[in-house]
């Protein structure tokens, strides 16, 4: 079935570019181009659009404010920047309502692979209900006690970005929005930034003071505890896990890019659990006695209340986020790794094997049926017989209190 694909622009001479560029699209999408926001809604209003891409700067109304009103009366659309205006303030306020940014001009196989793999990542997940809530998430809740962290030091006179960086990779949510907004094409990088101080890095404490103190972007919440889920530990075995995936790597003498991507992924892994719990705290709850009472996984307790998971869930929020492909990977799969076509060590391996490793590592976890070690994926990447070192490195090192 074709996807339907929205483009806003003011200018004329833009859309019609964009009509002969993505002319090779058209058996694959039903494309309309539209001059106005107002034009854009009243389509909207009239047939289903699976992506709205909207120009920043347009008179009337701009492109954050576009995007704004598609999340609010039209949740499940996937909601994307196309401009050349590298306009920070318009930027900032479009943070939100925005799932992904991309600069004038693009080529064409970049934005017609941002497309195809937002509307992919729609058809992954069954659950509408949960589809239509994630497609409306902006930010994920962080504890109080991180953002209060944050705030102090950012607030400072001597405010310092290695100590707001250090702050901020302690943290699922702040982590995953500071990775988002520097991933995205406003910042022109040429690499995927998968660690949360170098992200802290390119984009500065005026930009951060922004997000954090002017936009609310980080969420607090009055209560740690969530349908049944705590956030203190679930901080704490994401980072176990995470401080257990970067040894891993590193035990693999995996390069720096890829022992940044499996600390991400697995401080990230559980991301959907909190988008689950925050949102639907009485299903959630639900969903932890099953697994508790009838000792089943939290992924088969969550399917049979959600008909989804966590790491569905998870994995579809950081992948329109626009997050590196190996970290979306890392959420997605971590306990089905073999369903990826790797055939080799990767971010994956360390966050599948570090999960594992976390709750035998983490007394205070919750009940449940634990997750196990996929053998015939460890089988495939040459990786079965490291279990045992990896778990006396793993050990020794969050004894010794390193990794992080």
């Known amino acids: 079935m074709k996807k339907r694909v929205l483009f806003v622009d003011d200018e004329s001479m833009v ?3 964009l009509q002969r560029m ?20 009243e389509r909207l209003a009239s047939v289903p659009v699976d992506v709205v891409i909207s120009d920043m700067r347009m008179p009337g109304m701009n492109g954050a404010q576009l995007l704004t009103e598609v999340m609010k009366r039209f949740p499940k659309t996937v909601r994307i920047i196309l401009s050349g205006h590298a306009d920070h303030d318009l930027v900032l306020k479009a943070v939100g309502s925005t799932h992904q940014y991309l600069h004038k001009p693009c080529e064409p196989e970049v934005l017609k692979a941002t497309v195809q793999r937002a509307v992919a990542l729609g058809d992954s997940l069954d659950n509408e209900q949960v589809k239509s809530l994630v497609s409306q998430m902006s930010r994920l809740p962080s504890l109080p006690v991180i953002y209060l962290r944050v705030v102090e030091e950012l607030q400072s006179a001597d405010a310092s970005l290695a100590r707001v960086g250090e702050i901020i990779a302690q943290d699922v949510g702040m982590s995953a929005q500071v990775l988002k907004l520097v991933n995205s094409a406003f910042f022109g990088l040429r690499r995927r930034v998968a660690n949360a101080s170098d992200a802290v890095n390119y984009l500065g404490l005026d930009t ?17 505890d969530l349908g049944g889920i705590s956030l203190v530990a679930l901080r704490n075995h994401s980072l176990i896990t995470a401080a257990c995936a970067k040894h891993i790597a590193r035990m693999e003498n995996a390069d720096v890019k890829l022992v940044d991507e499996a600390f991400i992924g697995g401080l990230l892994h559980d991301a959907g659990k909190l988008v689950l719990a925050a949102n639907f705290s009485a299903q959630y709850e639900r969903a932890m006695r099953l697994a508790q009472d009838g000792g089943l996984s939290f992924t088969a307790a969550e399917h049979g209340v959600f008909g989804c998971n966590h790491a569905d869930v998870g994995g579809y929020l950081l992948g329109l986020w626009g997050l590196p492909v190996p970290v ?34 983490d007394k205070e976890a919750v009940a449940g049926r634990r997750p196990e070690f996929d053998s015939d994926y460890l089988v495939r990447v040459g990786k079965a017989g490291r279990v045992g070192p990896w778990q006396e490195g793993c050990r020794a090192s969050v004894q010794a209190g390193g990794g992080l």
């Open 22 to 41: 993505l002319r090779p699209m058209r058996n694959e999408w039903d494309m309309e181009f539209v001059e106005s926001g107002a034009l854009a809604l």
């Open 15 to 17: 859309l019609q570019g």
């Open 208 to 224: 951060i003071k922004a997000l954090v103190l002017s936009l609310h972007t980080f969420s607090q919440y009055e209560s740690t």
């Open 328 to 361: 979306v990977e890392c959420v997605s799969y971590h306990h089905h790794p073999g369903r990826t076509l790797e055939n080799a060590f990767s971010p994956l391996t360390a966050v599948h094997a570090a999960n594992v490793l976390a709750y035998e590592l």
